[in-house]
């Protein structure tokens, strides 16, 4: 068995989206339970096992139900007055409130809160995939495609602050393919946007069971 070794997560803040009404799906997904965990604190706890520092929780809609249910002497619990403008006004609040908390940040791992299989491990791929390689985003390839989580240098700062309305992090992605490396990540494709996906996702885990 092959025992990787991953360096510390330096100067890298993992920003964990969840500002969204989830329109499409009628209720609080940032709240549903899978694995015994809210699909929040699933992501929360992965990031916090990969040791980045912040990690920051972007609220918008329902912000005080959602930072009910979090440890917040563990995170910082950001607050999108904009959240109705769309995800890119998530991205800038979390990234200013991470660069605020440290001057010296080289790194910034975008991630949401309803890909239910996200881990510490896939945290630290792209970090270690950053520190071994020549490009400056590391991003997670799935279903014919990359996107989140996704990890971006300094060098992407301005390019993510200036992104508007709906625009996530992908359009940055997309745009400088030839500065992108990628992680495998399949379970990726896997993201609750409606009923039906959460109840074919617990019906998996039954059969897995």
């Known amino acids: 068995m092959t025992v990787r070794l991953y360096q510390i997560m330096n100067n890298t803040a993992i920003i964990i989206l969840a500002a969204g009404k989830a329109e499409r799906f009628g209720s609080i997904k940032q709240l549903l339970h899978f694995n015994n965990k809210t699909l929040l604190q699933h992501a929360v706890d992965e990031a916090l096992n990969a040791c980045a520092v912040p990690v920051i929780v972007v609220t918008g809609a329902n912000a005080d139900v959602v930072s009910n249910e979090l440890d917040k002497e563990k995170l910082l619990i950001v607050f999108n007055d904009k959240w109705e403008e769309g995800m890119a006004s998530?991205?800038?609040?979390g990234l200013v409130a991470a660069i605020n908390y440290n001057n010296d940040l080289e790194n910034v791992i975008i991630a949401v809160c309803d890909q239910p299989f996200i881990s510490s491990t896939l945290f630290k791929e792209l970090y270690q995939t950053r520190q071994q390689g020549?490009?400056?985003?590391?991003?997670?390839?799935?279903?014919?495609?990359?996107?989140?989580?996704a990890l971006f240098t300094q060098k992407y700062f301005d390019a993510l602050l200036s992104l508007k309305g709906d625009e996530g992090a992908k359009k940055i992605v997309t745009a400088n393919a030839d500065d992108v490396a990628t992680i495998d990540f399949p379970q990726g494709a896997i993201d609750i946007d409606t009923q039906q996906d959460y109840k074919d996702l617990l019906d998996q885990q039954k059969h897995i069971l």
């Open 134 to 149: 020549i490009q400056h985003i590391a991003a997670s390839a799935y279903a014919g495609t990359v996107g989140t989580p």
């Open 90 to 93: 998530g991205i800038a609040a």
